[in-house]
DNA sequence: CCTCACTCTTATGTATACATTCACGCACTC
DNA sequence: GAGTGCGTGAATGTATACATAAGAGTGAGG
C-alpha cells in the first residue's frame, strides 16, 4: 500500500478513536517520524484528514484534530437529517426491493446481537453500517454517496463516545426496520421521515450520553 | 499566494470554464510546465480538485476532469435539494430576519438588472450568490457549510452550460424573493419547499436547454 | 495471424535538500 | 519601564532527485 495511503489511515483511525484529541496538534514532521516516512506523504495524509473535516486550520500554520463539542455534534445530525433523508428518499423511489430483502432480516435479528457481548455488538453496528451502504447505493447518485461518506467519518467519531446502552440500540434497531421497510414499500416520504424521527432520537441520546459524561457540555475529550 | 494555491485556482477556473473539458487528462507534470511550477503544488492542486469532485481519477495513474452529462447534473440537483433545502430551512429557523433586509431588496430588483446587458448579468448573479452566501451564513452549521461550498462549485460549472434565458431569470429571481420571504417571516418549511419547487424548475430549464445544444444529452462537452 | 510475455518508457510515489515565512525572544531605544 | 525592531530558529512551502510501478510496444512462439 502506498505510505501516503497508510499513514492517512493510520491518522484517521487515531482521530476516530480519540488516540487523537480534539486540539491535538498534527505537525508534519514530528507525524513523519513517528509514523516511519517521509513528509511528503504525511503531507497528502494531511490534506485529506483536512478536506474530511476531522483536521482544521487553526491558523496558517497549524493543524489540529477538529473539535467534537456538543454544537458540531447537533450539527453533524441536521446535515445527516438532510443527506441521510435524501438518500433514503431516493433508494425507496427508485423501486428495487429486492435488494433489501436479505437486509431487513439481518435487521431484524440485530437486537439479538445485543446478548452476545462484545462480538454481538460488532455485528450489530455491521449490521446498521451493511443498511447504510445499501441505501447510499441504491440511491445511485455518486455526489450524495460522496457526502455521504464523509458524514459517516463523523459519526462513527460521535458513536465512540456516545455510551452503547443495549435499551437504545434495541429503539434504534426497531427505526431501522421501519426505514427498510418503507424503502422495500416504495413509501419515500414514510422513508425520509423515518430516517428523520431515527435521527432526531439518536442525537438526543448522544447528547444525554455526553451530557453525563461531560457535564460542562463543551470540551468532550 | 503560495503556488499550490494559484495551481488550484488556475485549474478550477479551467474547469469551470470548460476550458479543460470533461474527460481532459490532468498529468502533474505538464500541468506543472504549463503552470510555470513543479510537480509538488501541482500534485496538492489536483488533490484538492480530486476531493472537490471536479478531478476523478479514471484509473490508479490517470486523472480526468470530471464528466458533465444529463445523469450527473440531476445528481448534483438531488444533493442540492438535500442540502439547500436544509440551509433555508434552518436560516428560516434562526429567526434573525434583519440580515435580510437588505437582500431581498437587492432581489427584488434583480430582474431589471437583466437588462443592462452582460455587466448586468454579471450583477444579477452577484445577487443571487450573496442570497447563498447569507443563507449558508444563517444556517450556521459549518458542516453543512462547507457541503454547500462544494456544491456551489458544481452548480456554476452548470450555469456556463445553460443558456442564460432573460425569461427563466426573470422566473428564477421571484422565486428567490420567495425563499427570501419565507426566510424571513420564520416559514421554515415554506423555505424549504420554495428552495424545492425552484431547483426543479430550474434543473428543467438546464436539462431542456442542454438538451437543445447537445442533442444526444450525454456528451455535453 | 493472434497471443503472450518481456522490456522499456513514462508516469506517479517518495525522500530530501533548499527557500521562505512566521513566531518568539532578546536587546536596544525612547 | 514599555515598546519596537531585529535576529534566530523552527515550522511549512517548493523544487528536484531517486524509486517504483503501470502501460505500451515489440518480439517470439504458438
Same mark, same amino acid.
Given at each position: 500500500?502506498?505510505?501516503?495511503?497508510?499513514?492517512?489511515?493510520?491518522?484517521?483511525?487515531?482521530?476516530?478513536?480519540?488516540?487523537?484529541?480534539?486540539?491535538?496538534?498534527?505537525?508534519?514532521?514530528?507525524?513523519?517520524?513517528?509514523?516511519? &516516512? %517521509?513528509?511528503?506523504?504525511? !503531507? #497528502? *495524509? +494531511?490534506?485529506?484528514?483536512? $478536506?474530511?473535516?476531522? @483536521?482544521?486550520?487553526?491558523?496558517?500554520?497549524?493543524?489540529?484534530?477538529?473539535?467534537?463539542?456538543?454544537?458540531?455534534? &447537533? %450539527?453533524?445530525?441536521?446535515? !445527516? #437529517? *438532510? +443527506?441521510?433523508?435524501?438518500? $433514503?428518499?431516493?433508494? @425507496?423511489?427508485?423501486?428495487?426491493?429486492?435488494?433489501?430483502?436479505?437486509?431487513?432480516?439481518?435487521?431484524?435479528?440485530?437486537?439479538?446481537?445485543?446478548?452476545?457481548?462484545?462480538?454481538?455488538?460488532?455485528?450489530?453496528?455491521?449490521?446498521?453500517?451493511?443498511?447504510?451502504?445499501?441505501?447510499?447505493?441504491?440511491?445511485?447518485?455518486?455526489?450524495?454517496?460522496?457526502?455521504?461518506?464523509?458524514?459517516?467519518?463523523?459519526?462513527?467519531?460521535?458513536?465512540?463516545?456516545?455510551?452503547?446502552?443495549?435499551?437504545?440500540?434495541?429503539?434504534?434497531?426497531?427505526?431501522?426496520?421501519?426505514?427498510?421497510?418503507?424503502?422495500?414499500?416504495?413509501?419515500?416520504?414514510?422513508?425520509?421521515?423515518?430516517?428523520?424521527?431515527?435521527?432526531?432520537?439518536?442525537?438526543?441520546?448522544?447528547?444525554?450520553?455526553?451530557?453525563?459524561?461531560?457535564?460542562?457540555?463543551?470540551?468532550?475529550?
Amino acid at each position: 500500500m502506498r505510505a501516503s495511503e497508510r499513514a492517512y489511515r493510520a491518522l484517521r483511525e487515531e482521530i476516530l478513536d480519540g488516540a487523537l484529541e480534539p486540539g491535538a496538534a498534527l505537525a508534519e514532521v514530528e507525524q513523519a517520524n513517528r509514523l516511519g &516516512v %517521509s513528509r511528503t506523504p504525511v !503531507r #497528502e *495524509a +494531511l490534506a485529506r484528514l483536512e $478536506a474530511d473535516g476531522l @483536521a482544521t486550520a487553526a491558523s496558517a500554520r497549524v493543524l489540529q484534530v477538529s473539535a467534537l463539542d456538543a454544537a458540531s455534534i &447537533v %450539527s453533524l445530525y441536521e446535515l !445527516r #437529517e *438532510a +443527506l441521510e433523508g435524501q438518500a $433514503a428518499r431516493l433508494a @425507496a423511489g427508485r423501486r428495487e426491493p429486492e435488494r433489501f430483502t436479505a437486509l431487513r432480516k439481518r435487521i431484524a435479528g440485530a437486537p439479538e446481537l445485543l446478548d452476545s457481548g462484545d462480538e454481538g455488538l460488532r455485528a450489530y453496528y455491521g449490521a446498521v453500517d451493511a443498511l447504510d451502504d445499501e441505501i447510499e447505493s441504491a440511491a445511485a447518485n455518486a455526489m450524495l454517496g460522496a457526502a455521504l461518506r464523509s458524514v459517516r467519518l463523523h459519526s462513527a467519531r460521535v458513536r465512540r463516545l456516545a455510551r452503547h446502552h443495549p435499551e437504545r440500540l434495541r429503539a434504534a434497531a426497531s427505526e431501522h426496520l421501519l426505514i427498510v421497510d418503507s424503502i422495500i414499500a416504495g413509501d419515500a416520504d414514510l422513508a425520509a421521515h423515518a430516517t428523520h424521527v431515527h435521527l432526531h432520537l439518536s442525537l438526543r441520546h448522544a447528547l444525554a450520553s455526553i451530557e453525563a459524561r461531560h457535564p460542562d457540555g463543551h470540551r468532550v475529550a
